[in-house]
């Protein structure tokens, strides 16, 4: 058999008497444009300045004055899953992505991975000749296969781009990334300057400049920020631009967006401002040192997202200057509406809400200096993530509006003529894979590598290119995480709030006319009680054809979940090398809430020789052992509360071996010693330890990468030693609350 069965030559004895064939390379349609996703990370409806914001978002208003917008856009409610909908033109439950990628519930509809029967526009793209690239924020392999060990199929080389440099988790330091280049973990640059929303387009203009220099075919780019995710991170100079911009306090502001929404024609006439969602105090019931710290962390949040449009139009002046902008299809898009994982007060360090740790007003008002920069880890509270939601109720997590409806930018000046036009049929994140592919005349593929694929399930908008009056071809969208549920369906809007461990035939349904009713503030349950029975009819049955069942509480969902089998985490027993790659935390040796010892076995030339032997984690949390100043040095961070524990004697030159022994002596509670070559050198207690998600940041040998667990030292302090091996042996005695685990990730999601 040939290796080409499709050879179109003839091959005979000799080349005389044989014909050859080349085969022609996939090429895309004459005329066909590049296609650019930018995604937006929990960016509201109303928070760039084409959607009412006071927040300068010039760059993101010239591609809208320049092409359209959608003021009746939504997406699913949390990051993975509006960007499996993003990349596979499909439902979220159904391609496994249920909710984030950290989590597999024991069902297909919740693997945390894009199942392959889902191939994504990168993949078909490929297909048909496109070059394909992806720079930012991944978060769609499961965690567990983060580690350079692999598995790569779910990373994005194995879903069809083949350019990568990002981050794969969710909430990055945006000064201090924990970076992925292809398949290969890599430290942050040491540039004191950089910051992660620069670099991911610095690499997107080279994909470009590559492109455009080095073939003809068009590409299909994917740029996904972190920005504006939390951590809140802004360079210096915008912090100080957004200096005293919203002491005027969230009231004040959302009216202000609200009435500019209303004059730019982005929410209908008549249309009315939500009231105050439940647990947002009115701003001037907050003292004045609560309204300082609380102002604070909205201008970080809005020099972030000033800092990152000023990054989008750089891409786009690039593409300009190459000539290349009005042939690209450009989109810009959120995941989600703007969050509630900044808690009621507002958090400067996030480490604290993904631990259940509730935040404190001391602690927030004592690093108010801090927030914005590089030694913080801030979120905004629920009252600014409001506002960012104008006009709408709720946050991000949710299926009211303030959840699901999002801004979308289309810019395609060869194509759009309607330059600045508001598009107002109802369209989800799951329609833009077809309208792509109807705008290049490629089918989805019915088989790929091999596997029978799912339809595609969203519609195609590209007739909304050109009218804002023929009505939405979208018949009906299902909505629903962490058992809060929606759907839409000419122009109707069922919708439920669930309350986390709640029963959910307790679940109380609302019912809005949506089209006439942007705000859903005008609650039609009791008088349409027909109607609203077959909403929720209509939602069980859209639930069955697209996965969504069993219907789980996100709660009770991961209540029990074990470990992936052959993961890292399946695992009781390391050995990790000096020069090991970084390893995130859902794919190192998981030390919560057990007994548990290090060892490690190194040698010292001379005194000199210091730094760490072993880090997990950063400013945030986590442990680091290391030896400084001779000494044997373990500091445990509880989000942000040391304890530490220093040997009593040096650690010798020569060879030596050291442990580090935890003791469970209570809940996320014990003590623990330091031996030298057998001896006991120190000992301590750990009255409280890290019990949800444990650090943002994941874990070093011999080093500390990104950002440092103690304030000793700066980082990488990298030993300077060697160190032939750390063991890590974990006792069998970890009980995990699973429930408060995912309450963390919920949170932090
Ligand atoms: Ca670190």
Redesign the pocket.
């Known amino acids: 058999m040939s290796s080409e069965p499709y050879f179109q030559g003839h091959i005979g004895r000799y080349t005389s008497e044989s014909t050859p064939w080349w085969p022609e390379p996939p090429k895309p349609a004459p005329g066909s444009p590049n296609v650019v996703f930018i995604m937006l990370d929990d960016v509201g409806f109303g928070h760039l300045g084409c959607y009412g914001s006071s927040i300068d978002t010039p760059a993101m208003d010239r591609l809208a004055a320049n092409g359209i917008r959608y003021r009746n856009f939504h997406t699913t409610t949390i990051c993975s899953p509006s960007r499996a909908c993003l990349l596979t033109g499909r439902n979220h439950h159904s391609v496994g992505m249920r909710t984030i990628s950290n989590y597999d519930t024991g069902f297909p509809s919740a693997r945390g991975a894009i199942s392959p029967s889902a191939a994504t526009i990168a993949q078909m793209l490929q297909q048909t000749g496109y070059n394909t690239a992806a720079f930012g924020k991944w978060h769609l392999a499961p965690m567990a296969d983060g580690s350079a060990a692999g598995p790569f199929h779910g990373w994005p080389l194995g879903k069809g781009f083949e350019r990568y440099y990002g981050f794969l988790d969710a909430l990055t330091d945006q000064f201090?990334p924990e970076l992925i280049l292809d398949n290969r973990h890599i430290p942050s640059p040491s540039d004191p300057d950089y910051h992660l929303s620069e670099a991911i387009v610095d690499e997107a203009i080279e994909f470009v400049r590559d492109q455009t220099s080095l073939s003809t075919t068009p590409f299909f780019l994917y740029v996904a920020f972190g920005a504006c995710h939390s951590p809140h991170q802004a360079p210096q100079e915008y912090l100080d631009k957004y200096r005293g911009k919203f002491d005027q306090g969230w009231d004040a502001t959302r009216e202000a967006w609200f009435q500019r929404q209303l004059e730019l024609g982005i929410v209908p006439e008549g249309t009315q401002l939500a009231p105050r969602n439940n647990g947002v105090p009115a701003w001037d019931d907050l003292s004045e040192d609560e309204q300082r710290v609380r102002a604070r962390l909205q201008e970080a949040f809005a020099a972030m997202l000033d800092h990152m449009d000023h990054q989008i139009g750089r891409l786009a002046d690039y593409l300009e200057e190459v000539d290349e902008l009005d042939n690209t299809l450009f989109v810009v898009v959120s995941d989600n509406g703007a969050s509630q994982e900044g808690g009621p007060l507002g958090v400067v360090n996030e480490g604290r809400f993904y631990n259940q740790v509730p935040a404190s007003e001391e602690y927030n008002q004592a690093n108010i200096d801090e927030i914005g920069g590089p030694r913080s880890h801030t979120n905004y509270p629920w009252g600014w993530a409001q506002v960012g939601n104008t006009p709408l109720k709720r946050y991000k997590q949710n299926t009211h509006g303030g959840g699901i409806r999002d801004p979308l930018i289309i810019h395609w000046p060869d194509r759009i003529k309607d330059a600045g036009a508001i598009r107002p049929q109802f369209h989800h994140i799951s329609d833009i894979v077809p309208t792509v592919l109807e705008v290049l005349g490629v089918e989805a593929p019915e088989m790929y590598q091999g596997v029978p694929q799912l339809p595609i399930h969203g519609t195609s908008m590209l007739y909304t290119f050109d009218s804002g009056d023929e009505p939405t071809r979208k018949r009906n969208q299902h909505f629903e995480m962490f058992g809060h549920r929606g759907i839409w369906h000419d122009g109707w809007k069922a919708v439920t709030f669930h309350a986390p461990g709640g029963s959910f035939e307790d679940d109380q349904w609302e019912l809005y006319h949506l089209d006439e009713d942007f705000s859903e503030c005008n609650d039609l349950a009791e008088s349409e009680p027909e109607k609203l029975k077959e909403m929720i009819e209509h939602w069980w049955i859209e639930a069955a054809k697209y996965d969504v069942l069993p219907l789980e509480d996100g709660l009770r969902g991961a209540r029990g979940t074990p470990p992936k089998k052959g993961s890292p985490q399946d695992r009781t027993s390391f050995v990790y090398r000096q020069g090991m790659a970084h390893t995130p935390t859902n794919a190192a040796a998981d030390v919560r809430n057990r007994d548990y010892t290090i060892t490690v076995e190194l040698s010292r030339e001379t005194e000199a020789d210091e730094g760490v032997l072993i880090?997990?984690?950063?400013?945030t949390g986590?442990y680091?052992l290391f030896i400084k100043d001779s000494r044997l040095v373990h500091e445990y961070s509880y989000v942000g509360e040391r304890y530490r524990i220093v040997s009593d004697t040096d650690v010798p030159i020569g060879g030596s071996v050291v442990t580090f022994e935890f003791t469970k002596t209570n809940e996320l509670a014990g003590t623990a010693i330091l031996t030298m070559n057998g001896r006991q050198v120190g000992s301590g207690d750990l009255p409280a330890t890290l019990g949800g998600m444990f650090?943002i940041?994941?874990l070093?040998v011999g080093q500390?990468?990104?950002?440092?667990?103690s304030e000793d030292y700066e980082?990488?302090f990298a030993f300077s030693g060697a160190i032939a091996g750390v063991r890590i042996e974990l006792g069998s005695n970890q009980v995990l609350d699973r429930e408060a685990e995912l309450r963390g990730r919920i949170i932090a999601e």
Request: net charge negative; aromatic share 4%; no cysteine.
């Open positions: 201090a880090a997990h984690g950063g400013i986590g680091s650090a940041e994941g070093d500390d990468l990104y950002t440092p667990v980082v990488p």
